[in-house]
Nanobody, 127 residues
Framework: QVQLVESGGGLVQAGGSLRLSCAAS????????MGWFRQAPGKEREYVAS????????GYADSVKGRFYISRDNAKSMLYLQMNTLKPEDTAIYYC????????????????????WGQGTQVTVSS
């Protein structure tokens, strides 16, 4: 079984930065692509960013491209999301997720493409 635990959320002013972390345990972390999703109140869960098992390939939603950066440290079984120039519309619960297979596809951007999920961490951006 895979366990994912997010941390690093909080309240920040518009224009500020936050770094989210996701600690993974339970299997060979470095083989599997992972991603970040978010869900705002009353909205569906949406894709934010994803990264291949090696970390060599990444993908981003258009809404965060150039502001957010996904990375991973396979030696520490950690996934990160550096969020810069935050906007009020970035307010949401952020979830890390892991795929159930090792294949990396940049088009895997739906929640159904991921099998394992963390409990989420709240990010609130004030204007």
């Amino acid at each position: 079984q895979v366990q994912l635990v997010e941390s690093g959320g909080g309240l920040v002013q518009a224009g500020g930065s936050l770094r989210l972390s996701c600690a993974a345990s339970g299997r060979a972390f470095n083989n599997y692509p992972m991603g970040w999703f978010r869900q705002a109140p009353g909205k569906e869960r949406e894709y934010v960013a994803s990264i291949s098992g090696s970390g060599g390939s990444t993908g981003y939603a258009d809404s965060v491209k150039g502001r957010f950066y996904i990375s991973r440290d396979n030696a520490k079984s950690m996934l990160y999301l550096q969020m810069n120039t935050l906007k009020p519309e970035d307010t949401a619960i952020y979830y890390c997720a892991a795929k159930g297979t090792i294949q990396w596809y940049s088009t895997d951007r739906a929640p159904k493409d991921y099998v394992y999920w963390g409990q989420g961490t709240q990010v609130t951006v004030s204007s």
